[in-house]
């Protein structure tokens, strides 16, 4: 059974600070992956995609994927209260192209 | 562009009955998947369907069940339900399968409560 693996938290950062969260996944044949943000009682929504080893940014959000380390991570910078909610990291499965999701982190931005 | 969506929002059944529901796709999208939502198991693949094929299956018993039809949407359907079903049914679309780029979009899902 492949796997993605988040530490589920809650992580509680002060506002204005970086948030770090960190994902591991077990298929080494993975090609693709996501971040999506889920807040509570909503369906998740996508935030970041990521293919290539190195960072992407979009915004306040930069993914870095590490396919060697079988490591995906997101970091969100100017972290506002708004950005509380619960973060889901998936991997699409190699031949099957199924998403596997992680369990998620919860994201809590102090005032 | 609308996103995904489903319908109903939400539904209150009872043990031993069954129940549909119903995703329409991003326009223009032809694969659709769906997903359980609970809080003990996080979120759990069902079924992914593409030109109105099962290409992918989970690990739920065959109470659950789906089919897409010729314009991309999608129903799934719950037989026998029993109380360890309530939970978020999502559905998501993506333009195609494959190439594994290919993003994924969730709806605003259903929510089954089982009593």
């Known amino acids: 059974q492949k796997e993605v693996e988040q530490n589920s938290g809650p992580l509680s950062v002060p506002e204005g600070a970086i948030a770090s969260l960190n994902c591991t996944y077990s298929d080494r044949g993975s090609q693709s992956f996501f971040w999506y943000r889920q807040y509570s009682g909503k369906s998740p929504e996508l935030i970041m995609s990521?293919?290539?080893?190195g960072d992407k940014e979009d915004g306040r959000f930069t993914a870095q994927l590490n396919k060697a380390s079988q490591y995906v991570s997101l970091l969100i910078r100017d972290s506002q209260p708004s950005d509380s909610a619960t973060y889901l990291c998936a991997v699409r499965e190699s031949g099957t192209y199924k998403y596997i999701f992680g369990t998620g982190t919860r994201l809590k931005v102090l005032a | 562009k609308a996103g995904v969506t489903q319908t109903p929002r939400y539904l209150i059944k009872t043990r031993g009955q069954q129940v549909t529901l119903s995703c329409s796709p991003i326009s223009g999208h032809r694969s659709v998947s769906w997903y359980q939502q609970t809080p003990g198991q996080g979120l759990q693949f069902l079924f992914e369907y593409f030109s109105e094929t099962q290409r992918n299956k989970g690990n739920f018993p065959g109470r659950f069940s789906g089919r897409q039809f010729s314009n991309s949407r999608s129903e799934m359907n719950v037989s026998t339900l029993e109380l360890g079903d309530s939970a978020l049914y999502l559905c998501?679309?993506?333009?195609?399968?494959?190439?594994?780029?290919?993003?994924?979009?969730f709806g605003p899902g259903t929510r089954l409560t089982v009593l």
């Open positions: 990521i293919y290539s080893n």
């Open positions: 998501a679309s993506s333009l195609t399968p494959t190439p594994s780029y290919n993003e994924q979009f």
